[in-house]
């Protein structure tokens, strides 16, 4: 078994950051992992990825489009530009949330309308939630990536929930480890699709 | 122990364990995270040179003194230092001397896809090609072993995938830091043609006992066997790990060492299989070699592209074409089109954009340079005309000037690339009495690889103080009389500065001030807001290209408090007064 996640996001969002807990949490139980992170422009505002394969026996650090297990996207038109990427009965996890690239508003580009109903007619296992409302009922904004990271914990369901609880832990810093539990459990428990 | 690294932090570190004393190198992605690395392990001499040129000749005396060390740069870089390279391979080295280069196949970061495994050529010196950060890690400690076997250099090539990627890699402990002391030894160290024609005789003998040995290297060359002999794959790099999953099947010869070409070993490989195609990323460099050696195979003359990074998408479709079959991926969501492109852009409040805005309002030619200003090419402001090299900013002005071209030329580069190679192109309009403008946009930083620190910041790259190199001074005894500096957020002034030196038949400096705010991490000033009754809504504050300005759902323009950086720049802008500093709880200054 080998299983490919898929985060995108604006250049800024902390799609590092959770890459690193999924590989950590993947290690923890005992699979071999790579990883892929664009690094590069410091400045912000790109569309980024990152990608991460966990399983048995080696594998490179990429999988082929139309090869990926979970896609997860903390900008909601970012997981559908790289929609063609998921497998065929993979899971979507977006996070509820415009970014306005300077291209929409030079008039260059336009930004599509109707998100909501798209993601729902490209994507049959749909995970949809608004993080940033639910980061900021725990008290903190910037809580939002940990939270997409537990719901799409729940589309990985070889890494026990032990193993969940200590590669986040591995990747938090001091002081913040209680906040960012809740908010993974949270996401965790919000994650409808089984 | 076993850690999850990156290849970047395995190349760090291997030259850890191996026992290196010192490391050189100037930031480019992707090999700059090597040294940001290296440097938080005790007891190891780091620095950013001010050049890739000044890394490897330093490197080469710490060497001929003993010790082990390692160079850093990307593939560009490598043109940069090129003629100490050459001169090194003849004169070879003491202490294991590592040159770490970092490709960029599919040009993620870079001007060009040029493959270092033509220079490893030109020097005559190996070259090593990991796969991964397992073999980044193992490769580093085997190439110091090559470099003081041999007494050469040794380049060790990575590309932007394996840099970038992490896998899990089982570390050891150092082994002894070399004893460094230098020995006088002439014949040997200084090249003078009486003495280099000796030693280019034995680059040759050097090259033809490196051959035989990377046949036999098996920790670095080595096949990986397959099921089925119809057809064997010869490659090198992070390749072989896609064609191991593609096509696993197939026998693999693993080049780890790719040149000089391991002859006896391609030749056993090419008779044990029916069809031989080479799949390597970059030049079709082994391929063509294989064909010298009268073994028929297939590669970029008919099956690989000759361009672009070799991803599992590619080697899915080069299977295909082996096979002649022509299945395609099996995508069940469609790539989609219409959704608005996400280009990289200056962050809300980069000084880079307000000295560009203010000279989209002269009619001048800009001849730019590398860095995080190169975006000022794209809209709005589209205010960058030519663009080559670092340090080209200013020569490219001065060439177009001499050309007799009518329109004045505004040549413009960052600190970090002033003082990588801008002082030299300001010596050549000064000397030869150009009269182009000259504009260093200095945020004391390198900002756009990741901030590091270089000789005018006043820091080392461990985060001690260090004299901070004056700009203004060095252009002063450079012989440059016209020389101000400016806050580019002062728009009025900056405006007025730009239309004096433009004007004037002299060459001149403008020195345009003021931090990266990504970098120093906190606001510029106070946040402004857009008062809705005084708007106009005439959208100038747009040609700014601010991200932190967005359209809303009425068609007016509107500031983000959460993004914007409080640098005035768009309140300039407005002529109707529309936009002024608001107190937002929580986030002043
Ligand atoms: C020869 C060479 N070395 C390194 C690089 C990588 N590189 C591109 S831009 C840049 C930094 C430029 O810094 P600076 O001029 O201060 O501009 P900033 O990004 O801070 O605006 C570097 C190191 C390169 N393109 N060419
Ligand atoms: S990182 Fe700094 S210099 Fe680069 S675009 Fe952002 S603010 Fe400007
Ligand atoms: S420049 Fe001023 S008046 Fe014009 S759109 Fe912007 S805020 Fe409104
Ligand atoms: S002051 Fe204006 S230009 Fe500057 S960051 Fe804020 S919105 Fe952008």
């Not at chain 2, 780091?46 to 160079?71: D, F, H, M, Q």
């Not at chain 2, 020995?183 to 000796?198: A, I, N, Q, Y």
């Not at chain 2, 033809?208 to 002999?229: K, R, T």
């Not at chain 2, 030299?424 to 756009?448: C, F, H, P, R």
């Amino acid at each position: 078994m080998i299983k490919s996640i898929l985060l995108t996001g604006v250049g800024g969002q902390g799609i590092l950051f959770a890459a690193g807990i999924i590989a950590s949490a993947a290690e923890a139980a005992g699979f071999n992992v790579t990883t892929n992170e664009i690094h590069g422009m410091a400045q912000r505002g790109g569309s980024v990825t990152a990608q991460v394969r966990y399983g048995e026996g080696s594998f490179a650090p990429l999988a082929v489009s139309g090869g990926i297990d979970v896609i997860a996207a903390m900008e909601h038109i970012e997981a559908i530009r790289y929609a063609h990427w998921l497998k065929p009965g993979g899971l979507a996890v977006v996070a509820k949330l415009s970014v306005i690239p300077v291209t929409v508003t030079n008039g260059a580009c336009t930004y599509p309308a109707d998100v909501e109903e798209r993601l729902h007619a490209v994507f049959p296992r749909l995970v949809y939630l608004d993080c940033a409302a639910l980061a900021l009922e725990l008290g903190n904004a910037r809580l939002a990536n940990t939270i997409l990271t537990g719901a799409l914990s729940k589309g990985l369901p070889e890494i026990s929930e032990d193993h969940w609880r200590s590669g986040l832990l591995a990747r938090v810093k001091k002081g913040f480890e209680e906040a960012n539990l809740t908010a993974f459990w949270k996401g965790r428990m919000l994650c409808s699709d089984i | 122990m076993r850690l999850l690294l990156t290849g970047n932090e395995a190349i760090a570190r291997g030259a850890w364990e191996g026992g290196v004393t010192a490391a050189f190198g100037y930031p480019g992605t992707p090999s700059t995270e090597i040294l940001e690395n290296l440097v938080k392990y005790d007891g190891v001499y780091c620095e950013w040179s001010p050049n890739e040129k000044v890394a490897l000749e330093a490197a080469a005396g710490a060497s001929i003194a003993g010790a082990r060390c390692i160079v850093t740069m990307k593939l560009v870089g490598l043109n940069v230092a090129a003629d100490p390279l050459m001169t090194l391979s003849y004169v070879g080295v003491r202490g294991g001397l590592v040159v770490v280069v970092a490709d960029d196949p599919g040009q993620h970061s870079s001007q060009t896809e040029q493959d270092t495994r033509h220079y490893a050529r030109l020097a005559k010196v190996p070259i090593l090609d990991p796969a991964d950060a397992v073999d980044a890690r193992a490769f580093m400690l085997e190439a110091f072993e090559l470099s003081e076997k041999y007494g050469c250099p040794v380049i060790l090539r990575t590309t932007t995938c394996v840099g970038h990627s992490r896998a899990l890699v089982e570390c050891g402990e150092p082994r002894p830091k070399n004893v460094t002391e230098f020995k006088k030894e002439p014949s040997r160290f200084v090249p003078l043609p009486l003495w280099g024609r000796k030693l280019r005789v034995k680059v040759e003998e050097r090259m033809d006992a490196q051959s035989a040995d990377a046949s036999s290297h098996a920790s670095l060359n080595h096949v990986i066997p397959g099921a089925a002999a119809d057809l064997g794959i010869i490659t090198c790099g992070i390749t072989a790990l896609y064609c191991r999953e593609l096509m696993p099947e197939a026998p693999v010869l693993k080049l780890g060492w790719p040149w000089p070409f391991p002859d006896s070993m391609i030749r056993e490989f090419a008779a044990s299989v029916k069809r031989v195609v080479v799949i390597e990323e970059g030049d079709p460099i082994l391929e063509e070699h294989v064909r010298s050696l009268g073994i028929a195979c297939s590669g970029k003359s008919d099956v690989v592209p000759r361009c672009g990074e070799l991803t599992p998408d590619r080697i899915f479709e080069i299977r295909e074409r082996l096979r002649g079959t022509n299945n395609e991926l099996p995508k069940p969501f469609p790539q989609a089109d219409g959704l608005p492109m996400r280009p990289p852009v200056f962050c809300p409040g980069c000084p880079h954009r307000a000295l560009f805005y203010a000279l989209t309002k002269f009619d001048v030619i800009v001849t730019g340079d590398i860095g995080c200003y190169s975006l000022a090419v794209f809209p709005p402001l589209e205010r960058t005309d030519v663009l080559i090299c670092m340090g080209g900013g200013f020569t490219l002005a001065h060439g177009l000037d001499k050309a007799g071209e009518k329109k004045k030329v505004v040549g413009v580069l960052g600190d970090s690339t002033f003082f990588h190679s801008g002082i030299t192109g300001l010596l050549d309009v000064v000397y030869n009495k150009g009269t182009s403008t000259l504009i260093v946009v200095d945020n004391s930083s390198t900002a756009m690889t990741g901030h590091q620190d270089h000789p005018g910041t006043g820091r080392t790259i461990s985060g001690e103080p260090a004299p901070a190199a004056s700009i203004e001074a060095i252009a002063r005894a450079c012989g440059m009389k016209r020389v101000t500096v400016c806050d580019p957020f002062d728009q009025e002034k900056l405006h007025k500065v730009l239309a004096e030196e433009i004007a004037a038949d002299e060459p001149s400096l403008i020195i345009s001030k003021a931090p990266c705010p990504l970098q120093i991490r906190r606001r510029l000033g106070t946040v402004r807001a857009i008062d809705a009754a005084k708007c106009r809504n005439c959208k100038a504050c747009l040609k700014c290209g601010c991200p932190a300005i967005v359209v809303t759902a009425d068609g007016k323009p509107a500031i983000d408090p959460q993004l914007c950086s409080g640098c005035r720049l768009c309140e300039s802008v407005c002529k109707f007064g529309a936009i002024a500093p608001v107190a937002v709880p929580g986030q002043e200054g």
